[in-house]
């Protein structure tokens, strides 16, 4: 074969290989917007339903928790929240959450290791505020049980690595599964060092019904119109911040507007952030 052949195969082949890898990225691009898509109307719409099941009036098995005990290192006052990440991040994001409601699933298992990502560079510190919303609108006791163990987790310094585990194995919406304190402590088994003694009773007595119910009536009490309800900085982003939609891309530019001129938070993370060292139990 002479040189120019060869050359002109080589080419032929070359030309060949870039195409495809132009259309290999054609690919990846259309799968990443239809995904984006998705999940931005699943989302939208779970918010809708948090809507209804917000305004719907049913009775919260939390109306009889005893006394508050809040969990180590509660703030919030009235108020009252888990808070993970640098105390010092210039940054605060709030998010209200009940761990049946699916959209606030489809928030954390979508935006999970952006929010991480976040904490770990002392860029935002994270403040979780609990709701029961789903318990009153269905009925049962799964969101004031979970809600509970995930503050004995707090104690334990694992809340972050229990919370994650708690929305990635979340069971449907009208499964009241989290109402059996046996559920909720076979999952503190898939984050190393959990599932103790400790951690068993304070599950087993509700040590933090009280202060779960506090953080529920704080809810109740406020002009959210469902769960998930994400603030920055006390502005709500979720669905959407001005005329801009949540997305990844749209958080951490939020995030880069609102610390412009700030320096990262550089002190030692709150107890259960996953820069403690926490993990996602699957």
Not at 5 to 33: I, P
Not at 225 to 247: A, D, H, M, R, Y
Request: glycine share 10%.
């Amino acid at each position: 074969m002479s040189e120019k052949n060869r050359d002109g195969n080589r080419s032929a082949r070359e030309r060949l290989q870039q195409q495809r890898e132009r259309e290999k990225a054609r690919e990846k691009q259309r799968r990443v917007l239809i995904v984006s898509a998705a999940v931005v109307g699943v989302l939208g719409l779970a918010a809708v339903v948090g809507v209804i099941a917000a305004n719907s009036g049913g009775k919260d098995s939390s109306d009889k928790a005893g006394p508050v005990v809040a969990p180590a290192g509660a703030v919030g006052g009235d108020k009252p929240a888990i808070p993970q990440g640098k105390p010092d991040a210039p940054s605060t994001l709030a998010i209200w959450e009940d761990f049946r409601c699916p959209a606030c699933a489809q928030f954390e298992n979508f935006f999970r290791d952006t929010i991480h990502e976040l904490e770990a560079a002392g860029a935002v510190k994270a403040e979780y505020h609990l709701a029961t919303l789903i318990d009153g609108n269905l009925g049962g006791s799964g969101s004031l049980r979970a809600a509970n163990a995930a503050a004995c987790a707090q104690d334990a310094g694992k809340f972050t690595a229990y919370h994650d585990t708690l929305y990635v194995n979340q069971p449907q919406e009208t499964d009241d599964a989290y109402a059996d304190n046996a559920k909720l402590v076979e999952l503190a088994a898939k984050v190393p060092g959990l599932d103790t003694p400790a951690f068993r009773s304070c599950v087993e007595d509700g040590t933090h019904d009280g202060w779960v119910k506090k953080s529920n009536d704080a809810f109740r009490s406020s002009d959210f119109s469902g769960t998930p309800s994400v603030l920055l900085n006390g502005e709500s982003i979720f669905p959407k911040k001005g005329n801009e939609q949540i997305s990844v891309e749209n958080l951490k530019k939020w995030v880069a507007e609102a610390n412009k001129g700030k320096k990262a938070g550089t002190a030692s993370p709150a107890a259960g952030s996953p820069a403690a060292g926490a993990a996602v139990g699957r």
